[in-house]
Structures are given as C-alpha cells and as structure tokens.
C-alpha cells in the first residue's frame, strides 16, 4: 500500500515537471504570432501611443520626432516635438487643428489632406505597420514592455507605406508581442535613407488599447 502511494506520488511529480519543462520552453510560432498581433492592433478602435524617431544627420543622431498621442475611432490627437518644433494638433473626421506655438491659438484646416500626409505617421501611427509581405520572422527572446511579459521577433518585411517606400530602404522591424493577450505593444522601425544611406530609427509604444478616449474639436 506505502508502494503504491510512493508510485502515485512519483508518478504526479513526472506530470507536473514535464507540464513544467514544458511551458519553459514551449517556443511560439513566429509568423503566426506577429500576424495575429499585427491584426489585433489594426483593428483596436482606441489606443494611446509614443512615437520616437532618430536620424542621423550630418553625422550626428537627432531626435526628429518625439510624441504623445492618442486615437478613438477616427479621430486623434498629438502632442510633443516634430523637427525642433512644438506640435500640438487634433483630427476629428476630416478637419485637422492645429496650436500655433506662439498666439497658442488654434487653427482649424478642414479637409486638409496634403497636411494629413505630412503627419501621416504621427497622426496614424498604424500606418508604419502596414506590411505587404513578413518575410522570414525570427524569435529573438523575451522582454517586457511597461511591466508586460513580451515575445520579441525581428523581421525584414516590404512595407505598404507609399511615403516610407519612396524615402527609406532596408527596413528591420522589431515587434514586441504581449503574452497575456497576443496583442502588438511595441514597435521598433530600422532602415537607411534612399539618398544618403543615413540610418534612421523609429519606436512605437501602445497602452490603453480598447479603452475609450475623450478627443473633442478645441476651443477656437
């Protein structure tokens, strides 16, 4: 009878190691992982972000973007520094305000495209996130992103972004899956300069997703 219960207890410590050994190193699938989380994002309704971007200019590396942003629906709102400048602006629909930096006045552009394209990826950061193909997508370990457990995978796509197709090459894309939920968190962006072969570095960061955001018209 103490055999037979031993035999029992041994047999239960193999199960739970071997669940064990097997969560530590179960390894996702790649490509499912960041097609699924890419989705996830695309399709979330509201979400706050940063976006940073590097460059290196003249030999040096300037911070050209640095910004706060949030969207609901169709509408979105930034703040923070573009090229040196302060930027403030919000879109709702098809209308774009926009702070001026010095009467801190607002100025209304209504269906302003040309001015849309110019903060395409500020306004829309999920822009940068359009890809035609994945290409090969490798795991390259684990990290955390604002507290979160991610997958972190690195790949070389072809982008669908009119815009950084005509000024950048090479891309090198980083992205951060969150394990919890599956959902795309954090985005790094490497790629060099069509003229200059200067590189260039853009990081994406997502929180709030789902939840709702308030952006309403300024007062003018």
Known sequence: M???????????????????LGRYYWQPDPTYLVTHGLERLNTATSFRYSLTQHQWVEGKDRVLTQILGEKDGGNTRILGQL??????????????????????????FANAPAAQEVFLAE???????????????????????????????????SVQNQMMEVFWTEFQYTLYIRK????????T??????????PMTM??????????????????
Request: glycine share 10%; net charge positive; aromatic share 6%.
């Open 180 to 187: 919890s939920d599956k959902m795309l968190v954090k985005a």
């Open 189 to 198: 962006i490497e790629a060099k300069n069509k003229a200059k072969s200067d």
């Open 123 to 157: 306004l829309n950061p999920l822009s940068s996130l359009q890809l035609k193909e994945l290409g090969e997508v490798m795991l390259k370990g684990q990290d955390k992103v604002n507290g979160s457990k991610t997958w972190v995978f690195q790949l070389r796509p």
């Open 203 to 220: 990081t994406l960061e997502f929180k709030d997703i789902g939840k709702k955001i308030d952006i309403h018209v300024p007062d003018i």
């Open 83 to 108: 090229v040196g400048s302060e930027v403030e602006m919000i879109k709702i629909g098809d209308s774009t305000y926009s702070k001026d930096p010095f009467s801190k006045k607002w100025i209304r």
């Open 2 to 20: 103490k055999k037979r219960g031993l035999w029992l207890l041994i047999g239960i410590g193999i199960v739970l190691m071997g669940g064990f």
